[in-house]
């Protein structure tokens, strides 16, 4: 099940970022399981990954050849190479170290990411096999296949394409990422990848990407659950005619805007192919105190099973909003204040339900397959955004029988 | 649905405090739905209230009327008074006043309660016209009956005896509870009423019930949702021949120990009566540093969806647990010193599945209707305990339709 248009765009390739896929028979079909991405040299290279304190063995790599100049990102989906222990460390490192040797290179260069399965060996072997033909498949033109490489249980695949244009010259933008839950049934899940051929700093680029992820994923959630494999990579190889982005300047905030869009659409893919989703929910805060109460009362909204259930349900329960927006923990909070629209339709006021709210109107936005949820705290001025789905009998089906 | 042995037991009367129910009609049924306990005079009365910010009315009338020496407690079930605004207040206080001048006392010495469907109005006539027979029927020997009148969408009465002997006299402790959710679908949920015939004064009753609610009824979840209703009370008469009960005596310790073992039951039946519950989940986090973060590791696993699905559909998922323990936000964990068992079976060890795990082992625990999570984190010596059920397709079934 997915929530709205689910339409594959058409993908702009990256000059100086090649990809190649290939089968090395990781899934129990013989879909390709295997992601390779070469950077150009002098590529700069930034990333965030899972908050997770049990992160999987490749998080511990690729956060240790960040900074080494990388220049390939290796991907296997159907493994995690999650709770593998001291093997799963070595599986790790060795087939960093089997592709420096067949792609020329050193082992540090190579990012390794893993998604699937917890808890069961990597089969590294079979990953090494594949590294050859991974590397003669390297192509600009392979992000469709790419975004289909990385998938577990997504039910579509997720990419966005966009140019923007710096002193006259275009700037490409191509990004793809995968996950139907903030963690799969045993899955480690989100994964992204970016790519772009502007020139700019490594440091510049990192900046750009923890404030994008912040704004996008990380106001993301299906259940609540963070997987131990969660990354988001964005690659800048510099191939682009346009001018250096530098600290700043008026271009680095227009490269900075077209990064935060191409995260917040791949992040939205995400909860639009959430486990069971039938209905996307923004949840909206607004005339908070500061950023930090906005997000905590829109998560408090939307990780509560009973808002999520009563969206399934199309019922326009307003006492399951208000009683999450009152156990977020936010203190000094004055319900009196308090306002709660369902897109245009404003269900509670002073208190209680609003005088003018009736049944109908509620109901006719609650049949909405996408519902706009704006709580406004009457304290402040900062405004901020969650996106999620529903709870649906399919969300326990699939979680239930994931593994039978 | 319910987990486990849910027999009503012998429920013993409390000199000094005599209960009255009586059916007032606010539920559609013909079910008593007022519960009216009268305590004796210079009775000591402690209570706790929900932490939800956007308490209802009754709540802040009761706060502020614990400490004027109460003798009524007022409880109705079918309608919450919550998000009712202005008017819910000039209800709640309009029942205390009303029973006041029946009753032959002082608006303040009322505590009213509400738990059902939260913004609608009280049906405040119908319970003052109630009062006079709820009066009529106080009895010490109405604690079965009451245990019946405070019920909603529960489906079994709680409630818990017991007696023991202070200096060769013997006191008594009777207590009742209600909820089958923290939160019902857009009810207002758990209610506590619990009473004894100890002398004791009122602040060390109420450090007793404070203590006693942190490590029981604090300690459970169903789904993460706090109530705008919770609340448990403790009263105290002095009919009991036993002394005092002083601060830093033996016999404070045993009375606290006797106070808490009965909020436990009282909670742990809730549980059982969790919305589609099917498994009884006792999450034990142990060698942690502090209780708080045991505490916190606790209370992450069990409002995992994943773990609690996993849990409906009996499969030893460990990856689930393990990742849930590593994002529940405690710093510097170190994956290969945590230790998780199911029952007496080891699943987790050395950062991996452990080496003599075997599915069927697994699989032989998790078939069972009670399970134990050990988490031991082996970084302290802190022990804590939390209780939760798992997530069922009834639930989703009791939370989408509730109000279809």
């Known amino acids: 099940m997915a929530v709205g248009q689910c339409d594959f765009p058409k993908m702009l ?32 290279c ?11 063995a490749p998080v511990h790599v690729a956060k240790r050849n960040l900074l080494k100049e990388p220049r390939w990102l290796l991907i296997n989906s159907g493994n995690a190479n999650a709770g593998t222990g001291e093997q799963g460390m070595h599986d ?8 420096a040797k067949v792609a020329g290179g050193l082992d540090g260069q190579v990012l390794p990411f893993s998604t699937g399965v917890i808890g069961l060996p990597l089969p590294v072997n079979k990953i090494i096999t594949a590294l050859p033909d991974a590397l003669r498949n390297l192509s600009i033109d392979n992000w469709d296949k790419a975004s289909r490489a990385i998938m577990t249980t997504d039910t579509f695949p997720k990419g966005v394409s966009t140019t923007m244009s710096l002193a006259g010259e275009t700037i490409t933008i191509t ?12 899955m480690a899940t989100m994964l992204g990848f970016i ?9 510049l680029l990192q900046q750009c990407l923890s404030l994008a992820v912040e704004q996008s994923f990380n106001r993301i959630t299906v259940d609540g659950d963070t997987s131990t494999n ?11 005619s346009a001018p250096e982005i530098l600290a700043g300047s008026e271009n680095y905030t227009l490269f900075a805007d077209a990064i935060m869009a191409v995260c917040k659409q791949l992040a939205e893919a995400i909860v639009r192919d959430g486990e069971g989703a039938t209905k996307l929910m923004r949840i909206i805060v607004e ?5 930090e109460e906005a997000v905590r009362v829109g998560k408090t909204i939307a990780h509560s099973p009973l808002v999520k259930t009563a969206f399934f349900a199309s019922d326009p329960n307003w006492g399951r909003i208000l009683a999450a927006v009152g156990r977020s923990g936010i203190t000094n909070m004055v319900l009196e204040d308090v306002q709660i629209h369902l897109d245009d339709v404003c269900i509670v006021r002073k208190g209680g339900r609003a005088d003018d709210y009736t049944e109908e109107a509620g109901q006719r936005v609650m049949n909405e397959e996408e519902i706009t949820i704006t709580v406004n705290l009457g304290r402040g001025v900062a405004k901020q955004e969650v996106l ?17």
């Not at 790790?92 to 592709?99: H, P, V, Y």
């Not at 990004?175 to 045993?186: E, F, L, R, T, V």
């Not at 790519?195 to 440091?203: E, V």
Request: proline letters at 2%; one cysteine or more.
């Open 46 to 56: 930034a990333a965030v990954f899972t908050q997770n304190a049990f992160c999987a």
């Open 230 to 240: 969660d990354a988001c990579v964005l690659m800048a190889s510099g191939y682009s």
């Open 195 to 203: 790519a772009t051929d502007a020139k700019i700093n490594q440091t």
């Open 287 to 291: 005339d908070a105190l500061n950023d």
């Open 92 to 99: 790790a490192l060795l087939s960093c170290s089997e592709l």
């Open 175 to 186: 990004g793809i990422s995968k996950g139907a839950g903030m963690i799969q049934p045993n």
């Open 13 to 44: 390739s990256v000059p100086g970022i090649t990809l190649g896929t290939t089968c090395a028979g990781i899934k129990q079909t013989i879909k390709d399981d295997i992601l390779l991405i070469q950077m150009a040299e002098k590529s700069t």
């Open 388 to 404: 999620t789905c529903d709870l649906s009998y399919d969300y326990v089906k699939i979680n239930a029988e994931y593994r039978t």
